[in-house]
């Protein structure tokens, strides 16, 4: 049995969905902050072998029953808070979230000797690139609290002897479930794909450029958009060949700038009508280019980006939003 933290959220349903398509059996952990039921319940229907656990992650004792009950091969820890605003407001909170959190689960796992996990951090340890595309050797400079929370707990895992550990850095990850299943929950959020989305569906007046003076051909901010789908292939192949990966960090991107522009247009060309903008100063903190090298994921798993190609993903996710205006219910 697999455990997978956070697999009520946006990234973990689908990388649940993935497993229970490859014949594990899944167990979610979840505090359901911002994970959802109704996407488990669906999966449900479909699939055999999953089963979900209310629990927080800065339980021990009831993650020690967890353990106990059940016999788990390994975790995939994507459990977190994410939101980076928030965490300049509250980095205490990000600390004892992302940090101390995950080091409680760690210390569990080798109290009851489960010796695997797949760890999901961020690109945004990288801080503002020096060169792009980013590969794994580009200096770390997190920016932020959830990126330093993040890069804690990266450090914290390098450190431990009794673990197999793989951590993948996930770039601007986007889309939804190709099946139509399931789909992104991530509606609060600030993301881009999020925000062209609302105004395709009329939830939102215009879309927002944050800056039109950045060092690129058009002015506008240059992203690397991945699939989900392709996280959670990731994942999948990491779990397999976790006996002899152990100890990597693993950039997962689609090794291609868009910009801000760019996304817009193949949105109205998905949404096909026209999305109004307003062109904002940019926000403190914001990177001018996100592009990652994806050759090490490439070359240890095998791994390609097939999916992550900004129409496919946005696509995706407006067929899904079509069915489900305002997300999940539960
Ligand atoms: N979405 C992205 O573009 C992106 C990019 C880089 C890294 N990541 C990482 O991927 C992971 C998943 O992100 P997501 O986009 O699916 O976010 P999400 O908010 O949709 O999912 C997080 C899940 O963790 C659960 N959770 C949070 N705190 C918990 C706690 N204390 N105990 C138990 N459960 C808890 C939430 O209820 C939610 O279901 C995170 O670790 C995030 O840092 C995401």
Redesign the pocket.
């Known amino acids: 049995m697999i455990l997978v933290?956070?697999?009520?959220?946006?990234?973990?349903?689908?990388v649940t969905k993935k497993l229970l398509d490859n014949n594990y059996e899944v167990l979610i952990?979840?505090?359901?902050?911002?994970?959802?039921v109704e996407p488990l319940e669906i999966l449900r229907q479909k699939y055999n072998g999953l089963s979900y656990i209310n629990?927080?992650?800065?339980?021990s004792e009831k993650l020690n029953e967890i353990f106990a009950k059940n016999i788990i091969e390994a975790v995939i820890?994507?459990?977190?808070?994410?939101d980076v605003a928030e965490s300049v407001l509250k980095p205490e909170l990000y600390h004892q979230?992302?940090y101390l959190?995950s080091v409680n689960l760690a210390e569990q796992m080798t109290l009851v000797g489960v010796n695997k996990i797949i760890?999901?951090?961020?690109?945004?340890v990288y801080g503002d690139p020096k060169y792009t595309p980013i590969d794994e050797n580009h200096p770390v400079n997190p920016l932020n609290p959830?990126a330093s929370t993040?890069f804690d707990f990266e450090k914290y895992l390098s450190k431990c002897q009794n673990l197999k550990y793989v951590i993948?850095?996930?770039?601007?990850?986007?889309g939804s479930d190709e099946g139509g299943l399931i789909g992104k929950?991530?509606l609060k959020?600030q993301?881009i794909l999020e925000n062209l989305i609302k105004v395709g569906l009329n939830q939102k007046e215009f879309f927002e450029i944050f800056g039109s003076d950045f060092d690129t051909a058009d002015g506008t901010a240059v992203r690397d958009l991945?699939h989900?789908e392709d996280?959670a292939e990731a994942i999948s192949s990491a779990l397999k060949k976790i006996d002899s990966i152990s100890g990597e960090t693993i950039n997962l991107g689609s090794e291609t700038g868009f910009s801000v522009k760019e996304i817009i247009s193949e949105a109205e060309k998905v949404i096909q009508s026209k999305i109004p903008t307003q062109m904002i100063a940019r926000r403190p903190g914001d990177l001018s280019v996100s592009v990652a090298s994806a050759e090490k994921a490439n070359r240890l798993l095998g791994w390609t980006h097939i999916n992550s190609e900004p129409g496919k993903i946005i696509r995706s996710d407006w067929q899904w939003r079509k069915t489900h205006p305002v997300g999940y219910k539960i």
């Not at 933290?5 to 689908?14: D, L, P, Q």
């Not at 820890?77 to 994410?82: M, N, Q, R, S, V």
């Open positions: 933290t956070g697999g009520a959220g946006y990234i973990g349903s689908h952990l979840d505090n359901f902050s911002t994970g959802f629990c927080d992650l800065g339980d820890h994507l459990a977190a808070k994410i979230e992302n959190n760890f999901a951090s961020t690109a945004a959830y993040k993948f850095r996930f770039f601007n990850v986007g929950s991530h959020s993301d991945v989900v996280i």
